[in-house]
Nanobody, 121 residues
Framework: QVQLVESGGGLVQPGGSQRLSCAAS????????MGWYRQAPGKQRELVAT???????NYADSVKGRFTISRDNAKNTVYLQMNSLKPEDTAVYYC???????????????WGQGTQVTVSS
């Protein structure tokens, strides 16, 4: 089975920066799109950014110009560089990957365990 392990969360001041990483491991044949989602207390999980295997990116309007998603296919890793952080960015951030796994018939979505990002003075 596939595992997604996230790292990089923590406490940061408003206006600061932080980088999240998510590494996939397991019996991976191919990884298609990868992305980051977040969920704040009392709110639904929302899309933050996605990136295709070809490098095409998509961002939520709330993070455009501040966040950058990237990936390292050799390491099966997706990153989220977060700059100019605001208190409203506070949430649990989850990585997601659409993966074709050995002995599976098609693509399945996998989620990381989530990492807390808190933006506060």
């Amino acid at each position: 089975q596939v595992q997604l392990v996230e790292s990089g969360g923590g406490l940061v001041q408003p206006g600061g920066s932080q980088r999240l990483s998510c590494a996939a491991s397991g019996s991976i044949l191919r990884i298609n799109a990868m992305g980051w989602y977040r969920q704040a207390p009392g709110k639904q999980r929302e899309l933050v950014a996605t990136i295709t295997s070809g490098g095409i990116t998509n961002y939520a309007d709330s993070v455009k110009g501040r966040f950058t998603i990237s990936r390292d296919n050799a390491k099966n890793t997706v990153y989220l560089q977060m700059n100019s952080l605001k208190p409203e960015d506070t949430a649990v951030y989850y990585c997601n990957a659409n993966i074709l796994v050995y002995r599976q018939l098609g693509i399945a979505g996998y989620w990381g365990q989530g990492t807390q990002v808190t933006v506060s003075s």
